[in-house]
């Protein structure tokens, strides 16, 4: 069954911290995995996509990671902000089907 | 502005009453998607589109249906609302890849729906 799980849940860090939220994912084929920012009560938004040949995408303070082998991705946030403060949720296509998979998201609470 | 719209953006109804929550985009994009967040399971999908005439279920389909008409528009249509479908939802679209489905999905600013 394809599925993506995150962890962790939930993480509070302080102002200016380093911080890694993860993803596993059991989709095949593989064909991409996407990370998006979800602030309450709004639509998430892209921060980056990682492909099969990538293993380090940067986008900003944001940069994910995808190791192939162990199905896993990353995404660290350096020098974290107040406006970080967000859901972060990793996607992936199921297949060549249309449908997305989605994981439950990480909430991430960043305190001054 | 490439935008994708969501009306209405709040609705408190009643159960049984035929609801249609309408999405439209301006990008020209194939793939259409609804989804429905709940709290602690994320976001699932309902209903995708490929392109127009072209639907199919999501994760959870069942009590809600869709149409694609126009390559635009996209709504979803609750045709005996329930409380159990009392969620935040989200249309978003995307164009379609080589790939297949994965290119930047663009989110609308969601619905929350109410249902007594």
């Known amino acids: 069954k394809n599925q993506v799980e995150q962890s962790p849940q939930s993480l509070i860090i302080l102002e200016g911290k380093n911080c890694t939220l993860q993803?596993?994912?059991?989709?095949?084929?593989?064909?991409?995995l996407r990370w998006y920012k979800q602030d309450t009560g709004r639509g998430p938004v892209s921060l980056t996509i990682?492909?099969?040949?990538?293993n380090t995408k940067s986008n900003g303070r944001y940069t994910a990671t995808l190791d192939a082998d162990t199905k896993q991705s990353s995404l660290h946030i350096t020098a974290s902000q107040l406006s970080d403060s967000a859901s972060y949720i990793c996607?992936?296509?199921?297949?060549?089907?249309?449908?997305?998979?989605f994981g439950q998201g990480t909430t991430l609470q960043v305190k001054p | 502005e490439a935008q994708v719209t969501q009306n209405p953006r709040y609705l408190i109804t009643v159960t049984g009453k035929k609801l249609t929550v309408t999405c439209s985009q301006n990008?020209?994009?194939?793939?259409m998607s609804w989804y429905r967040q709940d709290p602690g399971l994320g976001l699932r999908q309902i209903y995708y589109?490929?392109?127009?005439?072209?639907?199919d279920k999501g994760d959870v389909p069942e009590g809600y249906k869709v149409s694609r008409k126009e390559k635009r528009n996209f709504p979803l249509i609750l045709e005996s609302p329930s409380p159990n479908q009392t969620s935040l939802y989200f249309c978003?679209?995307?164009?379609?890849?080589?790939?297949?489905?994965?290119?930047?999905?663009?989110f609308g600013p969601g619905t929350r729906l109410t249902v007594l």
């Open positions: 990682m492909t099969f040949s990538e």
């Open positions: 978003a679209s995307s164009s379609v890849g080589l790939a297949g489905v994965g290119d930047t999905q663009y």
């Open positions: 993803c596993n994912y059991t989709v095949s084929p593989f064909s991409n």
């Open positions: 990008m020209n994009h194939e793939y």
């Open positions: 589109s490929m392109n127009v005439e072209v639907t």
């Open positions: 996607v992936g296509p199921s297949g060549n089907t249309g449908k997305l998979i």
